[in-house]
């Protein structure tokens, strides 16, 4: 990719730090990324705008069916059409966001919201914007995993953490102003006011993901089977590869925590600690201050600390955090402890990120965050549901204690499923990669695998495999000459078969051979 987005860099060698280097999070420095990787800085500005727009249209839509129908059961209906397309785009639809352009499919999606709000300004009935709530939350299932999915061919790898820290942290900005915004609207506009104001922030995020070339998006083509191959090709691909298997297993079990907390906060702070509706206001204002933190010191924490170290850290803190808050007797020592809770959560949704970005190839990202993303909705859905029969029989305050129970679990389970990591930062690129490559080469043929690491020879499951020349019998390989193997990886290995580690091996090595002839072509031109 072409300065000034992204420093040239030949295939396989190795970026100057793996997760995070110490210039590039420098708080002082951060926000000049924007700057320096003007193509993020468009997909940042879009981010920030759609995000305030939709939080604030999201208060305006519950008040509007309310009003409309003063029936719960209609506002559970829009909340069920805004999250269940999410997971049915997850498991049935996600190997588009790979095939498709990601620009365009964002774009497309911004565009459908745009009509969407557009429309709402000019309808009361209920049914009507429940249907339309839905096809908006059709878009937002293909418009996420598309950001996420073509971030990392946005920006340096050294700056990928940086970029994910960023972006999360403007879109908990949003959803912490947004709903005030739309509250004090409410107050002296009808909700059509804050339909338009949406509408307007889905265009111009429109206009503003044209501005980016699509081979900013994409650094690899997929591959594809037929559709329903490649849908189980992403499930696949999240159950073999550890990093995103670590995500899987680890976010849907915070998520059950985090279902109790957020189905039982209202009755926490107004019933528990005799708070009101103001105490209510409060705990949800700790959270968004949280999540802010904790999102935007992620990066300089990676890179001091590790993936590992940091990871589990934040979920052990999301548990302290709640169980802390349910044990307080006041609403200003319960709020001590849920910032701190939410700084540890907009830490690990940090790491959730770098995790499945680094954890699939390109060509398989975008279904993989997809596949994720609709499992953490089902998990957080069926979480809220019995979070709330639980909430009635036990009381708010027991619910909140068991989600800390539960995060403590998370970081326990979570130290244990990231053994494959090394404890420090230094090697993790390089493990995240050759997991994610050795996962993705057993779905396809080996020759689908060499065409996809052309132009330089490529190991796939420890097969040789010659390029360009037709696929004839393979002669006998003699030893390659010895190289360093990152010891993260050996002890990793001893709790996976033999074949699992001879993969990894091998792709590690091929890996640095690779690096070492393309170093000397540099230093002969």
Known sequence: MPAPDRPKRAHGEKPNQVLASHGAVESNSRLGLVRRSPAFGLLFFATAGSGFGTYLAAIALTVHVYDQTESGVWVAALLIADFLPIVVIGLLLGPLVDRLSRRWLMIGSDLVRFGVFAALIFMDDPATIVVLAGVSGVATGFFRPAVYAGLPNLVPDEELTNANSLLQTIETVAWMVGPVVAGLMLTTWSPAVPYALNAVTFLVSAGLVAMIAESKLRSEESLTRGHWRDVSDGIRLVLTSAPLRTVLIVWNVALVGSAAINVAEVVFAKETLNAGNVGFGVLVAASGVGLAVGSFLAAPALGKVGLRRHYVGSIALMG?????????????????????????????IVANQLLVQRGAPDRYRGRALATIMSSNYAFLGLAMAAAGVLTDLLGARWVWFGAGVVYLFGALLTFALTRWLPVTGGENDDVLVAHAEAAASALAPAQSAAAALEPEPVIALGAAVQAPEPATAPEPRTAPEPVTVPEAVAAAASNHHGGGLERIATLLEEIERRRQREATRRSAS
Do not use: D, Q, R
Request: aromatic share 6%; net charge neutral.
């Open 320 to 348: 302290v955090g709640a169980a802390g808050a349910a044990l307080s007797p006041t609403i200003w020592i319960a709020v001590l402890f849920v910032i701190g809770g939410a700084v540890g959560n907009g830490a690990a």
